[in-house]
């Protein structure tokens, strides 16, 4: 089988599907798997455990012990619990090492190789066209497994609706800095003077190097560029001394998941099916669930000889039923918090504590929102969707 992209999502697949011995060949456009990075980088601790990886200590740049959330008028909140725990990763080598995690178990990972369109026979999914080093070769697969990220352009050619509408996308820029004063903490800034419909990320990656990244809802008239760097302006405390070392960038999906993630012959998986939390855009962690759960479905097809939709689907059923609930919840957060304003910002953040803030990031809503109705009931028309109220 073809796999498209070696991120997470798809050298997990490999990894599986080829420990099962199956011939998978796990293609990426990129020259070095890892390189360049589109991401804030950060992980939480207890997804190791619970996607049976174990990062190694060269990929983690930083630990984390929790996370602060500032309203726009500086006012924070602190959550230390276990589950706020994470790392800061270095993405380079945590790709490459699951890449090369893939190779050990039997696959071959070919870098450099961009799939440019589908091969189809009889009208179903049979391989696909690729360039590796300017030179066009064919490969012909069974089933092919578009990990492709937010490009998906091959799902997109395999008849998926994988194209991301700007009101479901957020727009990012990121520098990793250099003599930034770090403490233990991803802090996550609200504004929608600064990052309307979106927020202000500072990951760090050691004492004084950190991911300084800002999300913009994709349909708003913001440049996050500029934006980011009016908020470096406005944070002497943080940025006088400190200077870029690199400048990233990308667009991640924070909308619902795309409506069908397999069809005959062909499987999505991660951020090309739309696999990302809605509220943080983080996708990691839903990648590599992504790929295993595919590759349970495609070993057992392979086993029957047999790729056609059918055999496919039990990888769609499952991810439906353990993960789409929480990111529907998700994206109905999402939905609410991005009808607020700064002031309403400020309020909500001066109203609550820690264990609010606990308590709406594992879904449950209804308390806090009623906490804060009791000192802004105006706030009902928008919050209520929430509680069912
Ligand atoms: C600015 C930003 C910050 C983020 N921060 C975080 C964060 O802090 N934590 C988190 O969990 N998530 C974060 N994310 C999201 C996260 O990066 C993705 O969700 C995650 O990488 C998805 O993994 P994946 O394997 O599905 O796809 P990707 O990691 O996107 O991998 C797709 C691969 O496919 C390759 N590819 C694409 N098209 C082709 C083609 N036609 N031929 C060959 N190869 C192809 C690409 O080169 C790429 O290597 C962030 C995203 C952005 C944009």
């Known amino acids: 089988m073809v796999v498209l992209g070696a991120g997470p999502g798809g050298s997990t697949f490999g990894k599986k599907a080829a420990a099962a011995g199956m011939k998978v060949l796990v293609l990426d456009k990129k020259k070095e798997i890892g390189t360049p990075v589109r991401c804030g980088e950060g992980i939480a601790e207890h997804s190791e455990a619970e996607l ?7 990929a983690i740049a930083s630990t984390i012990d929790g996370a602060r959330v500032f309203a726009p008028n500086g006012k924070t909140i602190r959550l230390k619990t276990p589950s706020t725990r994470g790392y800061v990763l270095e993405r380079k080598l945590f790709d490459k090492h699951l890449a090369m995690d893939a190779v050990r178990a039997g696959a071959h990972v070919l870098p450099h190789t961009l799939a440019a369109s589908l091969i189809k026979k009889d009208g179903k999914p049979a391989g696909v066209k ?17 990990a492709e990220g937010m490009e998906a352009k091959i799902a997109r050619e395999a008849g998926f609706d994988a194209k991301a509408t700007l009101y479901d996308v957020d727009t990012c820029f990121e520098y990793e800095m250099a003599g930034v004063p770090c403490e233990p903490y991803i802090d996550l800034y609200f ?3 600064i990052a309307n419909r979106g927020y202000v990320w500072i990951f760090p990656k ?4 950190a991911n300084v990244g800002i999300g913009i809802g994709g349909n708003v008239n913001q440049n996050p560029k500029v934006q980011l760097d009016l908020f470096i302006s406005e ?16 667009i991640i999906s924070v909308g619902a998941p795309i409506n069908e993630f397999v069809k005959d012959n062909f499987m999505v998986i991660g951020t090309a099916a739309h696999q990302v939390d ?14 295993n759960l595919a590759a349970e479905s495609a070993v057992e097809a392979f086993k029957k000889g047999d790729y056609s939709k059918k055999n496919l689907l039990p990888y769609e059923e499952k991810w439906r039923k353990q993960t789409g609930p929480k990111l529907a919840k998700r994206l109905m957060l999402r939905k609410v918090l991005e009808k607020l304003s700064d002031d309403d910002w400020n309020h909500i953040v001066g109203s609550i504590n820690e264990a609010d803030l606990d308590k709406v990031l594992s879904g449950d ?9 009791i000192t802004r009931p105006t706030l009902l028309k928008v919050l209520g969707v929430l509680t069912g109220i």
């Open 278 to 291: 809605p509220i943080h855009g983080g996708g990691i962690g839903l990648a590599i669930e992504a790929g």
């Open 235 to 250: 944070h002497p405390e943080l940025f006088k001394r400190a200077q870029p070392v690199e400048y990233k960038g990308g």
């Open 365 to 373: 809503y209804k308390p806090v929102v009623a906490k804060v109705l």
């Open 130 to 146: 690729a360039v590796h080093m300017g030179e066009e070769i064919e490969f012909r697969a069974p089933l092919v497994v578009s």
């Open 52 to 58: 049976g990886i174990k990062v190694l200590p060269n």
């Open 191 to 193: 504004s929608t003077r």
């Open 206 to 209: 050691g004492k004084d190097v």
